[in-house]
């Protein structure tokens, strides 16, 4: 099935440092979603846009939906170990709701 | 609110054997989806309810599959004559009335050998 495009595939850094990641589609989606999944676990709702060009935060998160529609970036500030996951985005059209997520993004801390 | 709920969290199975999988939402949602997992990939549609009517189903849903949602809350996911490629993590979403935000249970990983 379809996949979004995600990078960076993964990232390795160090605590205290911001980490930027983006999700980029074919297609126009209606509604962005950032997820969190660990290992061995669902994913877990971090974000979530509605309108072309909002901009949201929820703590050290802030993630935006981009104008064309097609792409959308999270970043995360002041990185900490519990950051360490993989991070998906996803997008809907509206129709049934039913969600079309990337292909994640790996991140990992170092102390 | 319990958050949605999916028994068993792991199985494994032999190859050809029938397997089964429980999806509890959480309370009132309408509308309940499934998804599938593979390793190292997001993850991908399966099948959609709102109450107890299936509205849609992807291709990736073989003949070998069924879902249901009898009473229109919790729902199940069968799996017949297990194959190698069933080998996944199976997660269920549901949502609330018209918002757009789907919430996921812990998922069942299925392995089959």
């Known amino acids: 099935g379809q996949q979004l495009n995600q990078s960076p595939q993964s990232m390795f850094i160090q605590e205290g440092e911001d980490v930027s990641m983006n999700c980029t589609s074919s297609?126009?989606?209606?509604?962005w979603l950032w997820y969190k999944q660990d290992p061995g676990e669902g994913p877990v709702l971090l974000i979530a846009?509605?309108?072309?060009?909002e901009l949201t935060s929820n703590g050290r998160l802030t993630a935006q939906f981009g104008i064309t529609r097609k792409d959308s970036f999270l970043n995360i500030s002041a990185s900490i170990p519990s950051d360490v996951g993989i991070y998906f985005c996803?997008?809907?059209?509206?129709?049934?709701?039913?969600?079309?997520f990337g292909t994640g993004t790996r991140l990992q801390v170092t102390l | 609110d319990t958050g949605v709920s999916q028994d068993p969290r792991h199985k494994i199975t032999k190859r050809g054997q029938n397997v089964t999988f429980r999806c509890d939402p959480i309370s009132e949602h309408n509308r309940l989806y499934w998804y599938r997992q593979t390793l190292g990939q997001g993850p991908e549609f399966l099948t959609y309810?709102?109450?107890?009517?299936?509205?849609?189903k992807s291709r990736l849903l073989s003949d070998r599959f069924s879902a249901e949602r009898p009473k229109g809350s919790f729902s199940t996911l069968e799996i017949q004559r297990t194959e190698q490629g069933d080998s996944a993590m199976y997660l269920c979403?549901?949502?609330?009335?018209?918002?757009?935000?789907?919430?996921f249970g812990p998922g069942t990983r299925l392995t089959v050998l």
């Open positions: 996803a997008g809907h059209t509206g129709t049934a709701s039913k969600l079309t």
């Open positions: 846009l509605y309108k072309a060009g």
């Open positions: 979403a549901s949502i609330a009335g018209r918002t757009d935000t789907q919430y």
């Open positions: 297609s126009i989606f209606n509604t």
């Open positions: 309810f709102q109450n107890e009517a299936q509205l849609e």
